[in-house]
């Protein structure tokens, strides 16, 4: 953006704002990722979801049909403390996730 001096019309200078980006640091992201299996029912997965991610009865449905077409889902974001528990959790109870 150029901002002209206007206090001396006969000199005219240009003055420059200069934007100033901050980076900041920010946490990474990891993502719990449900694969399809053959042994585990929709009503199983979907009450593992529920009970140990905490999803709603609609999201809970929604990821147990995108693993079961698609193979795989995220179903939950965030930092690695979160999601350790969360993987051995599902892990215990024969489902197969992992972090990535």
């Given at each position: 953006m150029k901002i002209y001096n206007h206090d001396s019309f006969d000199k005219p200078q240009r003055q420059h704002e200069e934007d100033v980006?901050?980076?900041?640091?920010?946490?990474?992201?990891?993502?719990l990722v449900l694969y399809n299996d053959e042994v585990n029912t929709f009503d199983f997965v979907i009450d593992?979801?529920?009970?140990?991610?905490?999803?709603?009865?609609?999201?809970?449905?929604?990821?147990?049909?995108?693993v079961h077409f698609k193979g795989k889902c995220t179903v939950k974001t965030g930092d690695l403390d979160l999601l350790k528990p969360m993987n051995q959790m599902l892990s215990e109870r024969g489902l197969t996730c992992e972090i990535v």
């Open positions: 980006l901050v980076l900041e640091k920010e946490d990474e992201i990891y993502k593992c979801l529920i009970e140990i991610c905490k999803h709603t009865l609609e999201q809970a449905e929604q990821c147990t049909m995108l």
